[in-house]
């Protein structure tokens, strides 16, 4: 599962949306992720003080920030169920 956790500065910012990505298909260079060219299907606009949870299998990804200034802290967990998981943090 995943946290993330938005903050901002006072002035406020535009973009990096969080965007979930249809699961069909997958690059077969980065396994596990989706392939870029995938439509996002759902959209969540952080707004400081706001939170978002999703599961660790939810494909998705961050829009650029377009203008302002805005900060993350991202909490994740992992389970422990497949090769490319257990060496993830080794490199």
Do not use: Q
Not at 37 to 63: K, W
């Amino acid at each position: 599962a995943t946290l993330n956790l938005a903050f901002g500065a006072a002035a406020g910012w535009d973009g990096s949306d969080l965007l979930y990505i249809e699961k069909r298909g997958e690059d077969p260079a980065r396994p596990g992720t989706p392939d870029e060219g995938r439509a996002a299907i759902a959209r969540h606009r952080h707004a400081v003080g706001t939170a978002a949870v999703h599961a660790e299998g939810a494909y998705h990804r961050v829009e650029p920030l377009r203008a302002g200034e805005r900060w993350s802290l991202v909490c994740m967990a992992m389970r422990d169920d497949a090769p490319w998981k257990r060496e993830y943090y080794d490199g």
